[in-house]
């Protein structure tokens, strides 16, 4: 998912997890209702609650699809994300997805920030076996399509879509300082490459005038 885009990945994660926050969100309000009517003497089993409406609700992908979405709205919000919506859990072409790239970096910032995350999204290769169809072992290769780790980039993700272009999120630390850098609509998949690097070069030597800045508006935000 995050080496190559994986988009059916982020659909099948989509679907899983938003199973489960609908199952969690309904049992929460069960055992709210329960506890209401019964006092705390007959609270119901939240973790048995949640599986059992697990299944139930597994059944209705689309709507276990939706239910993510609306946890990635929501979180983007949380975030600051003003300009962001998002209407699919894998970000193909859709009227109603929108961002910016003062708002992805804001998303790169808050991912890069998990050890899990960065872990992976600086993978340069990852290999492992799958069955296949016919329950059959096979060796998969994936290949990260950031050509920018052999320079001391450490992710964190390219993009491509009609609208947007060929797109980059990337990271990069200038003397102790993480600077999260995102391109949108380059001229072509390799030019993003380029025109990353001459942007983190400009920063590296012009990291006193940016820390300066940051710190500036940083404290027009408190």
Request: proline residues 2%; neutral net charge; aromatic residues 6%.
């Amino acid at each position: 998912l995050m080496l190559p885009s994986g988009n059916d990945a982020a659909y099948c994660i989509a679907e899983k997890f938003g199973s489960y926050i609908f199952a969690t969100c309904v049992a929460e309000e069960e055992k709210d209702a329960e506890n209401v009517n019964h006092g705390l003497k007959n609270v119901i089993d939240i973790n048995s609650k949640v599986t059992e409406l697990e299944n139930e609700v597994a059944v209705r992908p689309l709507h276990c699809v939706q239910t993510f979405v609306d946890e990635m709205n929501k979180t983007a919000a949380e975030l600051g994300m003003k300009n962001s919506n998002f209407a699919n859990p894998h970000g193909l072409q859709n009227k109603f997805n929108r961002s910016t790239a003062s708002d992805l970096c804001k998303l790169s910032r808050a991912a890069m920030e998990d050890e899990n995350f960065r872990k992976i999204v600086s993978t340069k290769r990852h290999e492992c076996f799958l069955l296949d169809g016919n329950l059959v072992l096979k060796e998969t290769v994936w290949e990260n399509t950031n050509k920018l780790l052999d320079k001391g980039f450490a992710g964190v993700k390219t993009g491509i879509t009609a609208s947007a272009g060929p797109c980059l999120a990337v990271s990069h630390t200038v003397e102790g300082w993480s600077l999260i850098l995102v391109l949108l609509n380059c001229r072509s998949l390799e030019s993003r490459f380029v025109e990353a690097s001459k942007v983190i070069k400009w920063a590296s030597k012009n990291s006193e005038l940016l820390r300066s800045r940051s710190e500036s508006l940083a404290a027009t935000q408190r």
